[in-house]
């Protein structure tokens, strides 16, 4: 016999699915709240270094990628940042704001997920976990779902199941799956928001420099797709990693290049030949002073120890070249297990706006990572899961 009816039912309780759920239950709705993990939100805890990057002071649709841009402005208007920083506030969290706007715990992220979960409490969900669900099943009157714990029947069920990032963490394809069995159409999932990997001999000239980091632009695409970030990157023994790297990776595609500026806001080359008179100085003594030592050697090799004076213009020019338009191809990847995130996921065609309800199944509602909205670094993807979370929530 199924359990007691619910109003609505959330499958996951992450970000997403416990602001969903306390949201939905402070409007009165009868709801259960299901997670098949035997810890709460372990992914809220483990991010922002363990402080949670909860939310940034400016967020926009420009700010997410996705196969219709434009879908989450809904969401983030109908729940902007400075709703959630006031929830953050009434709770006395302490928080700072660190560079571009991005805004973390001065504690802990302990304190979002306890946050989270007294605002359940506040609206009396009923939880259900640890407690796996293995069928959703349409009904007359609503949705069955088979779960560990038992049967149990909801007028309407909410996917916030996240998606395939970190693996080790209890992500998995259940809310894809979910969507293609109703039918709708899901946009191939790719790690986002990972470090690039490149091909074990090419890169071990520069396997060496694993943990130098250095400001960098970094880019990729061509025409209106190009898209460039300035922030740090870090040299690692397979590859590139940091958040400028992290960035570009939810826009590399394979095959194509990256270039990196790794002298950003500088002209290298005309600096260097401005400089030469009267220096007695070695071109890695010069360089030295605005990188790391050994990036310095290994960059210019036995060039090093050459004079800036005895230097020719066109070699110091052309080493500026060089530093500004550094273009590799990445093989690959890290994949989910270093990710941060997923990129793709349901297809907002699927999607009513406002409510994030399928069109194809009525009552059955999808927010957070699973959807093809994919953040930027820097607490976007948050506030796309408090914005989801809540639009959603409001139509219930």
Request: proline share 4%.
């Amino acid at each position: 016999m199924a359990d007691a009816g619910y109003d609505v039912a959330v499958i996951g309780a992450g970000a997403a699915g416990m602001m969903c759920a306390g949201v939905a239950a402070q409007r009165g709705r009868r709801v259960v709240l299901i997670d098949h993990a035997a810890r709460l939100a372990e992914k809220i805890r483990i991010s922002g270094g363990g402080r949670c990057n909860f939310t940034n002071r400016s967020v926009g649709p420009e700010n997410f990628i996705s196969a219709n841009p434009q879908f989450a402005r809904s969401a983030l208007a109908t729940y902007a940042p400075a709703e959630f920083v006031a929830l953050v506030n009434r709770y006395r969290i302490a928080w700072h704001e660190k560079h571009r706007g991005q805004l973390f715990c001065d504690d802990s992220s302990e304190q979002i997920i306890e946050m989270l979960r007294e605002e359940c409490e506040r609206g009396g969900v009923h939880w259900r976990m640890p407690c796996s669900v293995a069928a959703v099943a349409r009904e007359a009157d609503g949705f069955r779902l088979d779960t560990t714990a038992g049967p149990l029947q909801a007028t309407r069920v909410v996917i916030a199941t996240g998606g395939l990032a970190i693996p080790q963490l209890g992500a998995t394809d259940f809310g894809l799956k979910i969507a293609r069995q109703f039918g709708l159409k899901v946009v191939d999932p790719r790690p986002a928001l990972v470090p690039l990997t490149f091909d074990t001999e090419a890169w071990a000239p520069y396997a060496a420099l694993a943990g130098v980091a250095i400001e960098a632009g970094v880019s990729a695409g061509q025409g209106k797709t190009r898209q460039q970030f300035v922030e740090d990157v870090l040299f690692t023994h397979r590859g590139l990693s940091g958040p400028g790297i992290l960035q570009i990776s939810s826009y590399w595609q394979p095959g194509e290049a990256i270039e990196l500026d790794l002298a950003s806001g500088a002209d290298i080359g005309e600096s260097l030949v401005r400089a030469k008179a009267g220096s007695r100085q070695q071109l890695s003594s010069v360089l030295s002073s605005l990188w790391p030592r050994r990036l310095t050697d290994q960059w210019l090799g036995s060039s090093g120890s050459l004079r800036l004076a005895d230097a020719p213009d066109r070699v110091l020019r052309d080493l500026g070249a060089r530093i500004h338009a550094w273009r590799l191809v990445p093989s690959g990847t890290a994949g989910f297990r270093k990710a941060e995130v997923m990129r793709g996921g349901v297809d907002t065609r699927e999607l009513e706006q406002r409510s994030l309800e399928s069109r194809k199944a009525p009552g059955l509602h999808f927010i957070g990572e699973v959807v093809d909205v994919t953040g930027w670094l820097g607490g976007y993807n948050f506030q796309w899961a408090w914005s989801s979370a809540v639009a959603c929530a409001r139509s219930l």
